[in-house]
């Protein structure tokens, strides 16, 4: 899941701040605000870290891993950026962007030197200058024009030995306690041993204080013993217990390295060949002393820096997305299978590839929200002679197996619009279906096209309905959706009402909805609107967005009185 994303020098935005995002997302804001600047910035991130590639076979190490930022990823749609100089904001001082996303915890940020493009050279390729990853454990930076990395590791604790040193400090704080009591008992008789005391003890019992002060003293001993010990094993695990460390690597020897991996998994693979590497210079220089300092200090931390680095590889290998974008709804009765400019065609391709059938719980999901939208009880994807497809319309009563149904092209702009995204979202429900799971981030691009009011707001319980689907793997998938419909962000604040939650931590905790306003003056940030337990939004849009339908209503009551 992203929990963050922000950019620098990005389209229309100098700086974009990174936002916090939730589960379901909604992204309002003017045209021209930059609310689909987000969208397309998610889709080059998700586009390049998951192909970032070695593409020179230098042997240095470092010098090896150039690898070329690329604008015109197509993996889910067009994203008309094309090259780094329509993507670069036009007053930008610097020719470099900065891209940030925050995955699960990890925080990967792409910086991209465009300072050696020329002028009118429109270049779809630009050269990664900078990279960072960072977790709760670990922070790197890798130059890749200088070939110097920065590398900081906290002290990541060691459950087995935490547990050790845990039980140990309890057997410590016994042994304290027991010589303590055994101390007083020794000070209470000791008086007894005095002449001056003045003791009436009879020889027995005088013979009896000192067995027994003997006995404690000895007991003294061997819990002093004892206490000794398990301080010195606690000593000795806090001694080889992993400290921080912060390291600077400059200049790399250069040696040959063959491994197939994307840029990150090098970075890593790179850092465990330093530690192991051999340094071939002068004992005596402080070049040597500083190699050989760099070299101790990752050893310790090898093991665990490597446990790390595949943490990272695994929060990009599970980054999927998912993009349904604003679309022409086509009324064709035959949507063709080689039809790929066509919206629906390709969804139908999907959905008939993924043989969904009657009966699952993704078919059942379709019909419930077909009936829901007004568009029928039942639908049917016939293939046409291998060529295309027809999707059929059944009403309440209608067999699909018996009757011929409606074609969806009669029904309107409006149910087609809504099959297309429908049957999209079955689609990603059943790639759940997988063993390894399948939670992607979904963008979702002005859902309401074509779509009457009072259906509009009931989109807010359909994404809802699809983020509570409760067989999502490990966690809940993502929607980010863009949108101008009020309807839409309405509906949602009711439905945040109807939970009656009682704090604002309440709401924080378990409500799903985030909306986030862009203001189109330049200079405004977008910010989230934060719900209020009542459905309420603390903050407030600009004019414009949810009150343009009052002010026409005033205007209209004005001139009726002048009437």
Same mark, same amino acid.
């Given at each position: ?24 997302n909604i992204i309002v804001g003017r045209n021209n605000a930059g609310k689909s600047t987000v969208l397309k910035a998610l889709q080059l991130i998700k586009g390049n870290l998951n192909t970032l590639s070695n593409i020179s076979n230098a042997k240095s190490i470092f010098a090896s891993m150039k690898p070329m930022f690329i604008f015109d990823v197509d993996e889910m749609a067009e994203l008309h ?5 329509? =993507? ?39 050269? *990664?200058?900078?990279?960072? &990853? ?6 790197? $930076? ?21 547990? @050790? ?6 057997? +410590? ?29 009879? %020889? ?8 027994? +002060? ?26 080889? $217990? ?6 600077d690597i400059k200049n790399l020897p250069e040696f040959s390295d063959t491994v197939k991996v994307n840029v990150i998994g090098q970075i890593f693979h790179n850092i465990s060949n330093y530690v192991h590497m051999q340094l071939n210079m002068d004992k005596r220089t402080s070049e040597y002393k500083e190699a050989y300092e760099v070299q101790e200090k990752l050893k310790n931390v090898h093991d665990?820096?490597? %446990? ?12 999927? #997305?998912?993009?349904?974008? =604003? ?12 039809? +790929? ?12 590839? =993924? +043989? ?19 568009? !029928? /009880? ?8 291998? /060529?295309?497809?027809? &999707? ?15 074609? &969806?092209?009669? @029904? ?7 099959? $297309? ?40 319980? #359909? ?23 009020? *309807? ?14 009682? $704090? ?9 909805? @985030?909306?986030? *306003?862009?203001?189109?003056?330049? !200079?405004? *940030? ?31 009551? @004005? ?5």
């Amino acid at each position: 899941m992203i929990q963050q994303v922000g950019f620098k020098n990005f389209r229309r935005f100098e700086e974009f701040p990174m936002i916090d995002l939730g589960n379901i997302n909604i992204i309002v804001g003017r045209n021209n605000a930059g609310k689909s600047t987000v969208l397309k910035a998610l889709q080059l991130i998700k586009g390049n870290l998951n192909t970032l590639s070695n593409i020179s076979n230098a042997k240095s190490i470092f010098a090896s891993m150039k690898p070329m930022f690329i604008f015109d990823v197509d993996e889910m749609a067009e994203l008309h950026i094309d090259n780094f100089e329509r =993507a670069l904001y036009n007053k930008a001082s610097r020719k470099e962007i900065t891209l940030s996303a925050n995955l699960d915890g990890f925080l990967f940020t792409i910086v991209l030197d465009g300072q050696n493009i020329k002028q009118n050279n429109y270049y779809v390729a630009v050269p *990664y200058n900078f990279i960072e &990853l960072k977790n709760s454990n670990v922070h790197i $930076t890798f130059n890749f024009q200088t070939r110097d990395l920065h590398l900081e590791m906290k002290a990541i604790s060691n459950k087995e030995n935490e547990e @050790k040193i845990a039980k140990l400090s309890q057997d +410590r704080n016994n042994y304290l306690t027991t010589l303590d009591n055994i101390k007083n008992e020794l000070r209470e008789i000791a008086p007894m041993f005095h002449a001056e005391s003045g003791s009436s003890l009879s %020889t027995s019992e005088m013979v009896e204080m000192i067995s027994k +002060r003997q006995k404690l003293e000895q007991m003294q001993k061997s819990y002093q013993k004892q206490l000794d010990a398990t301080e010195s094993e606690i000593a000795t695990i806090e001694s080889t $217990t992993l400290k921080p460390i912060s390291v600077d690597i400059k200049n790399l020897p250069e040696f040959s390295d063959t491994v197939k991996v994307n840029v990150i998994g090098q970075i890593f693979h790179n850092i465990s060949n330093y530690v192991h590497m051999q340094l071939n210079m002068d004992k005596r220089t402080s070049e040597y002393k500083e190699a050989y300092e760099v070299q101790e200090k990752l050893k310790n931390v090898h093991d665990d820096l490597m %446990t790390e680095g595949k943490k990272f590889l695994c929060v990009l290998a599970d980054f999927e #997305m998912e993009y349904i974008h =604003a679309h022409a709804a086509s009324q064709k009765v035959i949507y063709l299978k080689e039809d +790929r400019n066509d919206t629906l065609s390709r969804v139908l391709s999907g959905f008939c590839k =993924a +043989r969904i059938v009657p009966g699952s719980k993704e078919w059942t999901f379709v019909k419930k929200w077909m009936k829901e939208f007004e568009i !029928g /009880a039942d639908f049917r994807i016939l293939d046409v002679e291998s /060529a295309g497809y027809m &999707l059929k319309i059944f009403d309440e009563g209608e067999d699909p197996e018996c009757e011929f149904g409606m074609n &969806l092209a009669d @029904k309107g702009t409006g149910s087609i619009q809504l099959m $297309t995204l429908l049957l999209s979202l079955a689609v990603i429900m059943h790639k759940n279906k997988r063993p390894e799971g399948y939670t992607p981030t979904v963008l979702i691009e002005e859902p309401e096209q074509n779509i009457h009011p009072m259906l509009q707001s009931m989109l807010a319980d #359909m994404f809802l309905d699809f983020w509570n689907q409760d067989d999502w793997y490990n966690y809940d998938c993502q929607l980010i959706i863009e949108t101008h419909s009020e *309807y839409l962000v309405r509906r949602t604040q009711l439905l945040v009402a109807e939970k009656n939650y009682k $704090t604002y931590q309440e709401v924080n905790e378990n409500n799903p909805f @985030k909306v986030f *306003y862009f203001p189109s003056e330049k !200079g405004k *940030y977008p910010y989230d609107m934060q719900y209020m337990p009542n459905g309420m939004f603390a903050n407030k849009f600009d004019s414009g967005f949810f009150d343009e339908a009052g002010h026409m209503h005033m205007e209209i009551l @004005k001139k009726s009185k002048k009437g």
